[in-house]
């Protein structure tokens, strides 16, 4: 979907509220500092995501020879998409309720 028609869904949902407006208000009252930290921690959650997407791009089901430690993958990553979920503007939860 293009930004101005995924905008335009979301304007439709959503409704004459604006959550990416409100989210901006309390954005814009954090300190400089703080918000210096919390861009370099979501900079820092970006690089590891796409690390552990490359790895996983190149492992085979035989690289799984436990399937214990294949599991403790996939937990650990349904909890980031949990914590996710609960961010706000966050599309994981739409996505989670749509499958």
């Known amino acids: 979907m293009m930004p101005e028609q995924?905008?335009?869904a979301l304007d439709?949902?959503?409704?004459p509220e604006k959550p990416e407006r409100i989210m901006s208000d309390e954005?814009?009252?954090?300190?400089?500092?703080?918000?210096?930290?919390?861009g370099t921690a979501l900079n820092r959650c970006r690089a590891l995501a796409s690390k552990i997407a490359n790895e996983l791009r190149n492992k085979?089901?035989?690289h799984f020879?436990?399937?214990?430690?294949?599991?403790?993958?996939?937990a650990?990553?349904?909890?980031?998409a949990d914590?996710?979920?609960t961010v706000k503007?966050?599309?994981a939860r739409d996505r989670q309720q749509h499958r």
């Open 65 to 74: 020879v436990d399937k214990l430690s294949l599991a403790d993958v996939h």
């Open 27 to 38: 954005f814009d009252g954090v300190d400089a500092t703080e918000k210096a930290g919390i």
């Open 12 to 15: 439709r949902l959503n409704g």
């Open 83 to 85: 914590v996710l979920s």
């Open 60 to 62: 085979r089901p035989e």
């Open 6 to 8: 995924e905008k335009a």
């Open 89 to 91: 503007g966050s599309r």
């Open 76 to 80: 650990s990553l349904e909890r980031a």
